[in-house]
Nanobody, 124 residues
Framework: QVQLVESGGGLVQAGGSLRLSCVAS????????MGWFRQAPGKEREFVAT????????YYADSVKGRFTISRDNAKNTLYLQMDNLKPEDTAVYYC?????????????????WGQGTQVTVSS
C-alpha cells in the first residue's frame, strides 16, 4: 500500500521560509513523477509544483515561480518543497501526490496517491 506522509508545515511571518518534506513508502519512489498541491480555506485544491521521476524536469504555478523549489531524493524516498519569501496568500494545507507514471503533470486527476496534508500559515 502506497503511503505519503508530509511534514514541515507551520506558522511563519511573511518573507520567511519553510521546507516541506514528503516521505513515500509502498512502491519504488524513483519510478514516478510527484507533485505538490495546496488548498486554502473555501477554495479548490490547486497545483503548486511537479517534478519528473529523475528530477530533471520541474514546473511551477505562476503564483510560486521564483519563490518555491521542488526537489526529490530518490535514495531517501523523499520529496521536498522549499518555500522562500512566503506571502499570506500562500496560507493553505499543502499536499504531496504521486502519479502512476514518470511524467510531470499539473492536473489533480493525474495523481493517484495523496498524503494527508500539512498546514502552512503565513502571517502578515
Amino acid at each position: 500500500q502506497v503511503q505519503l506522509v508530509e511534514s514541515g508545515g507551520g506558522l511563519v511571518q511573511a518573507g520567511g521560509s519553510l521546507r516541506l518534506s514528503c516521505v513515500a513508502s509502498g512502491r519504488t519512489f524513483g519510478n514516478y513523477a510527484m507533485g505538490w498541491f495546496r488548498q486554502a480555506p473555501g477554495k479548490e485544491r490547486e497545483f503548486v509544483a511537479t517534478i519528473s521521476w529523475h528530477g530533471r524536469h520541474t514546473y511551477y504555478a505562476d503564483s510560486v515561480k521564483g519563490r518555491f523549489t521542488i526537489s526529490r531524493d530518490n535514495a531517501k524516498n523523499t520529496l521536498y518543497l522549499q518555500m522562500d519569501n512566503l506571502k499570506p496568500e500562500d496560507t493553505a494545507v499543502y499536499y504531496c501526490a504521486s502519479r502512476a507514471g514518470p511524467a510531470t503533470s499539473f492536473r489533480i486527476l493525474d495523481y493517484t496517491y495523496w498524503g494527508q496534508g500539512t498546514q502552512v500559515t503565513v502571517s502578515s
